[in-house]
């Protein structure tokens, strides 16, 4: 008898991610964040969810998703609306910090375990914002970011490298209008 395949939808994929151990030793535990759906237009690729998101459950929750609300000129009703801006993180758990007090990088096997099971899901997707070092690296590929913001151009019309909007970033900011 032939062997039947499976077609997984984006909300299954989605279920699987929140359910998603593979980081159970984080210092939080894990708990997935993102928000995906079929007719999402925009896809903003972050870097990991900080400890506020962590303990709110809403991805950008926090004075650098403020900050990125007020970059794009988007008001919080049109940023969370699932149908036309999705989420995905390139670590999809807060991964703990670092001895100098900043996060740690997200884990390594987040994105390639998850990124090719939900993008592929989320068709309508015109766009893509890679905010912050992490994505663009995943997205882009490796060099400074620097570089990879100021040259933007090259990547339009579907996608958008940018600097994280975290406080940390204002000096880097100043140097680079």
């Not at 359910?19 to 925009?42: E, M, N, Q, W, Y």
């Not at 987040?110 to 690296?137: E, F, K, N, Q």
């Amino acid at each position: 008898m032939p062997e039947t395949k499976t077609i997984e939808t984006l909300a299954q994929a989605a279920a699987a991610a929140r359910a998603c151990t593979l980081c159970a030793d984080l210092p939080l535990g894990p708990r997935p964040i993102l928000r995906v759906h079929p007719s999402a237009r925009l896809l903003i690729v972050g870097q990991a969810p900080g400890t506020t998101v962590h303990e709110s459950g809403i991805p950008w929750n926090d004075p650098s998703g403020e900050r990125l609300r007020e970059w794009l000129a988007m008001p919080p009703d049109v940023f969370y609306d699932e149908t036309r801006v999705a989420i995905l993180p390139t670590g999809l758990c807060y991964p703990g910090r670092l001895p100098n007090g900043g996060d740690a990088p997200p884990r390594k096997i987040c994105a390639p375990t998850w990124h090719p099971r939900l993008l592929p899901l989320m068709p309508d997707i015109r766009l893509t914002l890679a905010v912050g070092s992490y994505a663009i690296a995943r997205l882009i590929g490796p060099g400074p970011m620097t570089a990879h913001v100021q040259a933007f151009r090259t990547h339009l019309p579907a996608l958008v490298p940018l600097p994280h909007p975290s406080w940390r970033t204002r000096a880097w900011e100043a140097r680079n209008p």
